[in-house]
C-alpha cells in the first residue's frame, strides 16, 4: 500500500521560500498522479497544484501561478512543491495526495476526492 510523507514545511517571512517534499514508500510512484492540497483553519481544503504520472501535465491554482512550481524526482520517488515569494495567505497544513488514473498525461488538481493515498500534512506558516 502506498504510504506518503510530507516534509519541509515550517516557519518563514513574507517573500521567502521553502520546498516541501512528497516522498513515497512500499510502491514505486511512477504510476501516480500526486496533488498537493492545502487546508487553512476555519476553511475547507482546496487544490494547489497536480502533477500527472508521466510528469507532462502540472496544474496550478490561480493563487499559486507564477509563484509555486511541481516537480517530480522519480528516481528519488519523490514529487516536490517549490514555494516562492510566500504570502501569509500561503499560510495551512499542505497535504500530497496521490492515485493512479489510465490517462498518464492527466491529474486531477482540485478534486480530493479523486485520490485515494494521502500523506499526514505538514504545517506552512507565512508571518514576519
Known amino acids: 500500500q502506498l504510504q506518503l510523507v510530507e516534509s519541509g514545511g515550517g516557519l518563514v517571512q513574507p517573500g521567502g521560500s521553502l520546498r516541501l517534499s512528497c516522498a513515497a514508500s512500499?510502491?514505486?510512484?511512477?504510476?501516480?498522479?500526486v496533488g498537493w492540497f492545502r487546508q487553512a483553519p476555519g476553511k475547507e481544503r482546496e487544490g494547489v497544484s497536480c502533477i500527472s504520472s508521466s510528469g507532462s501535465t502540472t496544474k496550478y491554482a490561480d493563487s499559486v501561478k507564477g509563484r509555486f512550481t511541481i516537480f517530480r524526482d522519480n528516481a528519488k520517488n519523490t514529487v516536490y512543491l517549490q514555494m516562492n515569494s510566500l504570502k501569509p495567505e500561503d499560510t495551512a497544513v499542505y497535504y500530497c495526495a496521490a492515485d493512479t488514473y489510465g490517462d498518464y498525461h492527466w491529474c486531477p488538481e482540485d478534486e480530493p476526492y479523486e485520490y485515494t493515498s494521502w500523506g499526514q500534512g505538514t504545517q506552512v506558516t507565512v508571518s514576519s
Open positions: 512500499r510502491v514505486t510512484l511512477d504510476y501516480y498522479a
